[in-house]
């Protein structure tokens, strides 16, 4: 299984890898198997696109805008 689909139909795009059902029925357990990939990723591209990721890192925390559920 792939770490983590890039897109889910009905959810991230008109079409993806997956289905929005298929992602919930597996959710979890593509969750546990990513492990702290998705973190790992996510901070390799922030790094590589700000030049001081932790000012923006302090000021989204600063905003702390609540997420959509």
């Not at 990723?41 to 925390?61: D, N, T």
């Amino acid at each position: 299984m792939h770490c983590l689909p890039a897109d889910i139909s009905g959810v991230s795009c008109k079409e993806g890898e997956v289905t929005e059902g298929v992602f919930e029925k597996y959710r979890i357990a593509t969750y546990k198997e990513a492990s702290w990939k998705p973190y790992i990723i996510a901070a390799m591209i922030l790094s590589r696109k700000y030049a001081k990721p932790g000012a923006l890192l302090e000021q989204l925390l600063k905003e702390a805008q609540e997420r959509v559920k």
